[in-house]
């Protein structure tokens, strides 16, 4: 019998350096998604165009947008896919808890969604940088207004995005595990959702992303999320004990 007695914070500090370091793969596709959406976004986001007179106007948008969005499928997946049986089964390896391990998977989550937010914005400008490089400045150049209170106040914004998105996959990927028929249905209901019932989503949308408030856009994502993170324990606990 061990005296060994180890506290809940030493576990969970355990288990997150060890989901550190055996998930580097995580952050290879983090790599891979972002370059492959900052080729795309070299060709711009959007034009248009506008003749006045003799004198043809070409306007073209760069941003990083696509980054964004590429960014965002990524934090979705790794949060569907990071407590599959696979991953539980090496959590064995400590002496852990059902709570240890979702603490553990949570924390999991919210460095890596910090990372994804801040390489977002790093690579937001190393798209306007490389398209000034590749097509020159031979044409009117104008930047968006960036001080360090935007760029923070983006970078709070990009995170909760990726930590509401995170969290809604880990909610998904914990129902999916309970059985073959329940995955099928809950694919089958979110591509109805997306193809079919885009006019059910729209206030889902609304309600987040026209919200002007940080304030209160950073409380929407926190009860939601720590709502789909504890709908994800209960849905989690119930497999367990089957």
């Known amino acids: 019998m061990s005296l060994n007695h180890p506290s809940l914070w030493d576990v969970v500090k355990n288990q997150t350096v060890y989901k550190w370091l055996s998930y580097k793969s995580v952050f290879q596709g983090l790599i891979a998604v972002q370059v492959i959406a900052m080729v795309f976004s070299l060709m711009g986001v959007g034009s248009g165009s506008r003749g006045m007179g003799h004198i043809d106007l070409s306007i073209q948008f760069v941003s990083g947008d696509f980054v964004f969005f590429f960014t965002c499928l990524w934090a979705f997946f790794i949060a ?36 994804g937010a801040i390489s977002i914005l790093l690579a937001s400008f190393a798209v306007k940088i490389s398209h000034i490089w590749i097509y020159g400045l031979d044409s009117f150049v104008i930047f968006g207004e960036y001080t360090l209170s935007i760029m923070v106040v983006n970078l709070i914004i990009t995170f909760f995005y990726l930590m509401l998105i995170s969290s809604v996959g880990y909610l998904i990927g914990s129902i999916i595990r ?14 109805a959702m997306i193809t079919i019932q885009n006019e059910r989503l729209a206030p889902i949308i609304t309600f987040f992303g026209e919200e002007s408030n940080l304030f209160l856009f950073v409380l929407k994502v926190l009860l939601t999320s720590i709502a789909c993170f504890g709908l994800a324990a209960v849905a989690t606990r119930r497999l367990e004990v089957q």
């Open 178 to 191: 309970q059985g073959r028929l329940i995955k099928l249905v809950v694919i089958v209901l979110i591509g």
């Open 80 to 115: 569907v896919t990071l407590d599959r049986d696979d991953n539980r089964l090496a959590d064995q390896i400590f002496v852990t808890s059902l709570f240890s391990r979702q603490i553990a998977n949570i924390l999991f989550i919210v460095v890596a969604n910090l990372i």
